[in-house]
């Protein structure tokens, strides 16, 4: 009977990947799955989590674990990713993401004689872009429309150009990212160290390892597919029609989180700025842009909508989905997963590296199949601490190879949102960019393992 909670976990792990594979709403699975799972832990009798404040009936209480989490959630990290998406989608309206985009890639076109570098060089460009528009399917869209046509008009086939694209959302990090937001929240971590100390110099040397794989990977291709003129589509570039100052909006809460925190100590009176804040505060002086540009007070209120619609439709998509995925984590645990997983780790020689890799590529896989990062890092990112609890190593040193495998496994994922966005536009399937796209995450996926670990 001891380990019947734990295969019992690993039967609802199958069944609920199974589910979101066959395109089922991924909030209701997880949450229902999670509910189950609380059900099942509660008629075997195993060690429920604990309430802060229990109905008095164990059935209601399986209700209250939802109440507590959207409390819970929303008074944290909920309303941080809130703020951020009503940002990114505000900047989006007012043509800042363009601006920052259209000075961003202004570079590329010296590199006219040298089509496959330049495609290269697009992978950190665009990591540095995400991190300050940190919506995968946004930001590829975004580059589609302005990046994709210089790509193109330089040499490079339709594929390569798309497959360089989808591989700048790889690493969701930065304070603006909701993976990051989580990460941080789970371990109790200052988000602006976690982004500096932690996540930059593990991501520098994967975007130098991707920036290779992909040059040797797309130039095999484009000449075994035998790349001729009528493969490379022409495309007018977009002009730009916002001032090229607002390229500076979408990074002002990135400079204003690091100008304010510990790492530099600008102030003698020391000044504590949260990332919830520093959009708030960018948000504003956005307005104050607009208003410039617009001379119109009437219209830059009128454009405060989009922020608060931004803010909903990240409520009723990600933070849902953390709720639901907190759940279905809060499930895991109670059947004992954990305690199974490492004991089953232990038992095969698995030491704390080992049984971090195992989760590791586990999210990664999760991801593929998911078609989300968030939906994967979500379910499983909760259990973290109570690993390292166990394995009496420390948090970051799990979580944060778990947090960038969720990234990675989306951009070879044929299901995707920002995969199918792009395919679309370019004409190409979703497994034509997988296929580019599996052999230099893969070698990324093992080189941070190694690099992290060993």
């Not at 130098?208 to 000449?223: A, L, Q």
């Not at 700025?273 to 842009?289: P, Q």
């Not at 495998?405 to 679309?424: D, F, N, Q, Y």
């Amino acid at each position: 009977m001891i380990f019947l909670g734990p295969i019992l976990s690993l039967l609802f792990i199958v069944v609920t990947a199974r589910l979101l594979l066959k395109k089922y709403h991924p909030h209701a699975v997880l949450l229902i799955s999670g509910l189950l799972m609380l059900v099942v832990a509660l008629i075997i009798d195993h060690k429920m989590p604990v309430l802060n404040d229990s109905t008095g009936f164990s059935g209601f209480d399986l209700f209250r674990y939802i109440k507590e989490s959207f409390s819970e959630t929303n008074a944290g990290v909920g309303l941080m990713i809130m703020a951020i998406g009503g940002f990114v989608a505000y900047i989006d309206k007012i043509g800042a993401s363009n601006a920052l985009v259209y000075v961003a890639m202004k570079p590329l076109k010296l590199f006219k004689s040298r089509p496959y570098i330049a495609a290269s060089l697009v992978i950190p460009i665009g990591q540095i872009l995400f991190v300050a528009i940190p919506s995968a399917a946004g930001l590829g869209l975004l580059l589609m429309a302005s990046l994709f046509p210089i790509l193109t008009n330089l040499g490079v086939s339709k594929l390569s150009a798309v497959s360089v694209i989808t591989a700048t959302t790889a690493f969701g990090i930065g304070p603006a990212s909701a993976i990051t937001a989580s990460s941080t929240e789970i371990i109790g971590v200052d988000t602006i160290s976690f982004f500096l100390n932690n996540q930059i110099p593990l991501v520098i040397p994967l975007s130098i390892v991707m920036m290779i794989t992909y040059y040797f990977v797309n130039r095999y291709f484009d000449s075994k597919n035998k790349l001729n003129k009528k493969d490379i589509l022409k495309v007018e570039e977009k002009p730009l029609n916002v001032p090229l100052v607002y390229a500076l909006i979408p990074i002002l809460p990135i400079i204003l989180l690091i100008a304010f925190s510990e790492i530099f100590s600008l102030f003698s009176t020391p000044i504590s700025l949260d990332t919830t804040t520093a959009m708030f505060i960018s948000l504003f002086i956005a307005l104050v842009f607009e208003l410039v540009r617009t001379k119109s007070l009437k219209a830059v209120f009128e454009s405060l909508k989009i922020f608060w619609g931004g803010m909903g439709n990240i409520f009723k998509s990600v933070v849902t989905l953390i709720i639901a995925a907190d759940i279905f984590a809060k499930g895991l645990i109670s059947l004992g997963f954990i305690d199974g997983l490492i004991d089953v780790s232990q038992n095969l020689g698995f030491n704390a590296i080992g049984i971090s890799i195992v989760m590791t590529v586990m999210i990664f896989l999760a991801s593929m199949l998911m078609g989300s990062g968030n939906a994967s890092f979500f379910a499983f990112g909760p259990l973290v601490p109570k690993i390292a609890t166990k394995l009496g190593v420390d948090s970051t040193s799990i979580i944060l190879p778990m947090q960038l495998s969720a990234s990675m496994g989306r951009a070879v994922s044929p299901v995707s949102g920002v995969l199918i966005a792009v395919s679309e536009i370019a004409g190409v399937t979703t497994l034509a960019i997988v296929k580019r796209n599996l052999i230099p995450l893969t070698v990324a996926l093992i080189i941070m393992l190694c690099y992290h670990f060993i």
